[in-house]
């Protein structure tokens, strides 16, 4: 059974920082992994969908690394802002349909 | 373009009442899908279909009945609400399998 772990749940940083957020997924016979961001209260916003096929997407700041092999997915983002505060979410594809999701990061940019 | 909407935005149900949560996508996507979020448990699958006149169980399916009479809609029913229903509900669209695409969401109280 397909699992999505995101690490970590929450994390706090100054603006102007690099970071990075995790997601580790159990069966690495996935065809693709997509990153959401949620803001409070608010429907989930695609960022960034990654094909097996491939092993990095990039949008602006934003870049998502994905090893199959090992099961885990990176999310890098580049010189953090206070609007980059939310819920960032990843998932996988479930028997080629649904998503299966993580229970997300929270983060806090502080200016 | 509107993309994928969700009506209503909120409801307040008493125990045994019904009600329908309506889906309505303008991408020409073939897939949709119906999911709940709730704290600490994150998002999971209700039901899905995977083109007009289809639907299938997910994960999470007792309680709730689906209905795909067009290929833009997939309505939601519950037939008789109770306070383990409450929760926001999320809908979401995609071609195929591919990248997927969230409404803004029904946040539901059953009291």
């Known amino acids: 059974k397909q699992e999505v772990t995101q690490i970590p749940a929450a994390l706090s940083v100054p603006e102007g920082e690099n970071l990075v957020l995790n997601c580790s997924f159990t069966?690495?016979?996935?065809?693709?992994l997509q990153w959401f961001r949620q803001d409070p209260g608010k429907g989930l916003t695609s960022l960034l969908l990654?094909?097996?096929?491939?092993r990095e997407q990039t949008s602006g700041r934003l870049n998502a690394s994905l090893d199959k092999s090992s099961g885990r997915s990176t999310l890098y983002i580049a010189a953090s802002q206070p609007g980059d505060s939310a819920t960032y979410l990843c998932a996988v594809p479930r028997a080629g349909t649904a998503l299966i999701f993580g229970k997300g990061t929270t983060l806090s940019v502080s200016s | 373009n509107a993309g994928v909407t969700q009506t209503p935005k909120f409801r307040v149900l008493k125990t045994g009442q019904s009600m329908t949560l309506l889906c309505a996508q303008d991408?020409?996507?073939?897939?949709m899908y119906w999911y709940r979020q709730d704290p600490g448990m994150g998002l999971r699958l209700i039901h899905y279909s995977v083109g007009e006149g289809t639907t299938a169980k997910g994960e999470v399916p007792d309680g709730y009945n689906v209905s795909r009479l067009k290929k833009q809609n997939f309505l939601l029913g519950l037939e008789s609400a109770a306070p383990s229903q409450t929760s926001v509900y999320f809908c979401?669209?995609?071609?195929?399998?591919?990248?997927?695409?969230f409404g803004p969401g029904t946040r539901l109280t059953v009291t």
């Open positions: 991408m020409n996507h073939e897939y």
């Open positions: 990654i094909q097996s096929s491939q």
């Open positions: 979401a669209s995609s071609y195929r399998a591919g990248e997927q695409y």
């Open positions: 069966d690495s016979a996935i065809y693709n």
